[in-house]
T-cell receptor
Framework: SQQGEEDPQALSIQEGENATMNCSYKTSINNLQWYRQNSGRGLVHLILIRSNEREKHSGRLRVTLDTSKKSSSLLITASRAADTASYFCATGEETSGSRLTFGEGTQLTVNP | NAGVTQTPKFRVLKTGQSMTLLCAQDMNHEYMYWYRQDPGMGLRLIHYSVGEGTTAKGEVPDGYNVSRLKKQNFLLGLESAAPSQTSVYFC?????????????FGDGTRLSIL
């Protein structure tokens, strides 16, 4: 079963708008990671947030983590058409060591 | 920098045939993983390896075997392909320094079983 559940499943916005995607999970984690997948390509790592961190920034990306609610959000500011992709959260769990568990993803479409 | 390379990129098999998917990484990573991705689903872990000569089962290991004879290579085998194994297969690798490390992915192998 999937650890992460992402919301929404699909999101369509205009260029320049902000996009927010949410991820919920069920077990205790070491870290939570966000990946992007362009059509027909592999996943690309975007950002990692540790379980003792609450917020992290990287360029136009902002990730928050609320371990009490077992949830995370990814905010992409000032979106561009090139941001069109699927976005996945993945959790590194305390008991699984080296493994990640992926959510089902959010398909983001940014319209020019 | 090649990173993670998967071969082949596409393959069509008949039910019952066997084949091996190859994953090669040039980053000297200890950990390697095989996932499958099906429509509407995230990635599901098939098998993984924490070092040369080691393998372990993931979430959906049935029908697959793996080998890690060399540190840079991780092979995924289908002994008797079934239509349910039609999927996109991704290989990933990760460095050893602590558990808070990202995984690096190949571009996938698209496999169809007729």
């Amino acid at each position: 079963s999937q650890q992460g559940e992402e919301d929404p499943q699909a999101l369509s916005i205009q260029e320049g708008e902000n996009a927010t995607m949410n991820c919920s999970y069920k077990t205790s984690i070491n870290n939570l990671q966000w990946y992007r997948q362009n059509s027909g390509r592999g996943l690309v790592h975007l950002i990692l947030i540790r379980s003792n961190e609450r917020e992290k920034h990287s360029g136009r990306l902002r990730v928050t983590l609320d371990t009490s609610k077992k949830s995370s959000s990814l905010l992409i500011t000032a979106s561009r058409a090139a941001d069109t992709a699927s976005y996945f959260c993945a959790t590194g769990e305390e008991t699984s060591g080296s493994r990640l568990t992926f959510g089902e993803g959010t398909q983001l479409t940014v319209n020019p | 920098n090649a990173g993670v390379t998967q071969t082949p990129k596409f393959r069509v098999l008949k039910t019952g045939q066997s084949m091996t998917l190859l994953c090669a990484q040039d980053m000297n990573h200890e950990y390697m993983y095989w996932y499958r991705q099906d429509p509407g689903m995230g990635l599901r872990l098939i098998h993984y390896s924490v070092g040369e000569g080691t393998t372990a089962k993931g979430e959906v290991p049935d029908g697959y075997n793996v080998s890690r004879l060399k540190k840079q290579n991780f092979l995924l085998g289908l002994e008797s392909a079934a239509p349910s194994q039609t999927s996109v297969y991704f290989c990933a690798s990760r460095g050893l320094r602590g558990s808070n490390q990202p995984q690096h992915f190949g571009d996938g192998t698209r496999l169809s079983i007729l």
